[in-house]
């Protein structure tokens, strides 16, 4: 289990600072966290996520509708700014990814 922080903004991050943030965040801003476990369980666990997807792909989430598409849309931009990012500073937050293998080479 990594050992949680607490970052100047306020926020739990793990020990490695991952880049992407959790989408329980949203949670402060008003939305729910019975509609935060539904993104979640239609395999929507982080804000950019959310973010990087079609709202018409979101739609398809049971029990969520474009009024709270909307809201939880307007919470991810109050707790995340976002600017530009070159390739490079792209690739290196890439490289932070843990990846998993099956440990065979047969596949």
Known sequence: MQAQA???????TAASESPYLDLEVVTKH??????VNKFKDAGYHTVESVLYTVKKNLLLIKGITEAKIDK?????????????????EALHLRKRIKKITTG???V
Do not use: C, N, R
Request: aromatic share 6%.
């Open 6 to 12: 607490q970052s100047a903004s306020g926020h739990a």
């Open 30 to 35: 008003g939305i729910t966290k019975t509609d």
């Open 72 to 88: 939880v849309l307007e919470a991810i931009q109050k707790e995340k700014s976002f600017s530009f990012k070159t390739g490079v």
């Open 104 to 106: 065979t080479s047969m």
